[in-house]
């Protein structure tokens, strides 16, 4: 008889994080479910232009493959066969409105943390873990949210906080990852990194460390071989300490 293979079980994912010197956190779908969000600031952009472009949530799901906000603009520009040629300035000033307009958004308070992030956040500090960020997104954007979801301090609980825009390549590329480490004079192996996206997990994976993953509203069905384990979120670690 074939013997029966058994997906982790959630208890596996706390000795994981358990045995972490360090948490890496993915901010987009993984801290809180951002992406509607910035879905809906790239189209007030494309208002604003009179640009005539809108990204419906399946356009924008194809979209999210293309990390970042400007290369996903110039991704979908090139495939718009007879569209009028868009410069580089041009994108920076259509994702400068989008980042602003998303801004407003967040800070109405409509975006919380997703749940069990606050408490996993609280039990590594009180467990003397160490936290850090890698995301594609940019300072600002992080700020944003977490100023509104942890209060204007919330930087001081994290050693490393690095940006798309820090690095050369973002995700899937692992140098988001491998910045953080350096930060964190860490190896992959002594970390978790917790993503919710298949460019996330690919780009954790390349820099060594073990992937949790958690299923956002976007990626539900990305493919997720190779993660450590994959959650619907943070609070199924809650009931299995
Ligand atoms: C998130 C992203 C980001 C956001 C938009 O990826 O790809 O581009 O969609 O942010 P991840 P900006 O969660 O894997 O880091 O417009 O600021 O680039
Ligand atoms: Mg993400």
């Known amino acids: 008889m074939q013997a029966e293979t058994l997906a982790p079980a959630p208890a596996d994912g706390v000795k994981l994080i358990g045995r972490a010197?360090?948490?890496i956190f993915d901010v987009d779908g993984t801290l809180a479910e951002t992406e509607e969000l910035h879905r809906q600031a790239f189209n007030h952009a494309f208002v604003c232009h009179g640009l005539g472009w809108h990204w419906d949530r399946a356009v924008y799901k194809n979209l999210l493959r293309v990390t970042g906000g400007k290369e996903r603009i110039r991704a979908y520009h090139a495939t718009l066969g007879a569209a009028p040629p868009l410069s580089d300035d041009g994108i920076a000033e259509l994702?400068?409105?989008?980042?602003a307009y998303y801004a407003e958004l967040i800070e109405t308070g409509c975006c919380p943390l997703r749940p069990g992030v606050a408490e996993l956040l609280a039990?590594?500090?009180a467990r003397g873990q160490r936290l850090a960020i890698a995301t594609t997104t940019s300072h600002g954007n992080i700020d944003a949210l977490l100023s509104q979801a942890l209060g204007a301090r919330w930087a001081g609980d994290f050693d490393a906080v690095v940006a798309g825009d820090d690095v050369r390549h973002k995700k899937p590329a692992p140098d988001v990852y491998f910045e953080v480490l350096a930060r964190l004079k860490l190896?992959?192996?002594d970390c978790v990194a917790i993503e919710d996206s298949r460019n996330g997990l690919v780009s954790a994976s390349r820099a060594?460390?073990?992937?949790?993953?958690?299923?956002?509203?976007?990626?539900?069905?990305?493919?997720?071989?190779?993660?450590?384990?994959?959650l619907d979120d943070l609070s199924e670690l809650e009931g299995s300490k």
């Open 21 to 23: 010197k360090a948490l």
């Open 123 to 125: 039990a590594a500090r």
């Open 187 to 189: 190896d992959g192996s």
């Open 208 to 230: 060594g460390m073990p992937v949790l993953v958690v299923r956002s509203m976007f990626f539900r069905d990305d493919d997720f071989a190779g993660a450590h384990m994959v």
């Open 95 to 99: 994702h400068r409105i989008k980042t």
